[in-house]
């Protein structure tokens, strides 16, 4: 266990549905991660968060719409996907400090394997 | 924009071979560089992490290095057993003002046969 949970673990939706996907960090780091793993493609870093601001949307579309209510909880709320957003949700979370600018080793969670259908 | 480039992309191996896993990167200006292991349908687990003012970093059985200048990292696993089958990512980290940001590897799938 890396101290990061993720919930569910798997998720099959429509595209009209809403969902959302949930991750917590038991390690009290500062920063959070949303990534996406496509088969065949690397990883891809979707928004990250530090001390609850986000200071990354790597041009993500507003269909995925991340939450960071404290520094321990991340959320990802789904509506009208597509088939192609299909993937697993990887969450990770790093000691990254924004004003110190240190960043540190990310632990990540077990993923939500995501099919749209 | 940094790129993280993996070879080869799939290895398979008789058990207790010693192995090379390679990863270049294209900005050599990194904080940091990651190893990760993932298994099929899981998370990441890092394995090490070697920060831009290191060579190398060793736990147990693996050792990885570090030549930022030729944007290269290695991973060596000593006597490989099938316990070590999984997928390996490289991930170069880099700071840019307030944020940190890992790049990703494709990945080299390795098979150990026993």
């Known amino acids: 266990e890396t101290g990061v949970t993720q919930t569910p673990r798997h998720l099959v939706m429509g595209m009209t549905n809403k969902k959302s996907l949930k991750c917590e960090q038991h390690?009290?780091?500062?920063?959070m991660y949303w990534y996406k793993q496509s088969a065949k493609k690397p990883l891809e870093l979707m928004f990250v968060?530090?001390?609850?601001?986000?200071?990354e949307n790597n041009s993500v579309p507003s269909r995925f719409s991340p939450e960071c209510p404290n520094s321990s909880h991340l959320f990802l709320h789904l509506h009208t996907l597509q088939p192609e957003d299909s993937a697993l949700y990887l969450c990770?979370?790093?000691?990254?400090?924004?004003?110190?600018?240190?960043?540190?080793?990310?632990?990540f969670g077990p993923g939500t394997r995501l099919t749209v259908t | 924009k940094q790129e993280v480039t993996q070879i080869p992309a799939a290895l398979s191996v008789p058990e207790g071979k010693n192995l090379v896993l390679n990863c270049s990167f294209t900005?050599?200006?990194?904080?940091?560089l990651q190893w990760f292991r993932q298994d099929p349908g899981k998370g990441l687990t890092s394995l090490l992490l070697?920060?831009?003012?290191?060579r190398e970093q060793t736990s147990g059985r693996l050792n990885a290095s570090l030549d930022k200048s030729s944007g290269r990292s290695t991973l060596y696993i000593a006597a490989s057993q099938p316990g070590v089958s999984a997928t390996y990512l490289c991930?170069?980290?880099?700071?840019?003002?307030?944020?940190?940001?890992?790049?990703f590897g494709k990945g080299t799938l390795l098979t150990v046969n026993p």
């Open positions: 990770a979370s790093s000691q990254g400090s924004r004003l110190a600018g240190k960043p540190y080793e990310q632990y």
């Open positions: 390690l009290g780091h500062n920063a």
């Open positions: 968060y530090n001390f609850k601001e986000q200071t």
């Open positions: 900005d050599s200006a990194i904080y940091n």
């Open positions: 070697i920060q831009s003012s290191q």
């Open positions: 991930a170069a980290g880099n700071s840019g003002g307030s944020n940190y940001k890992l790049t």
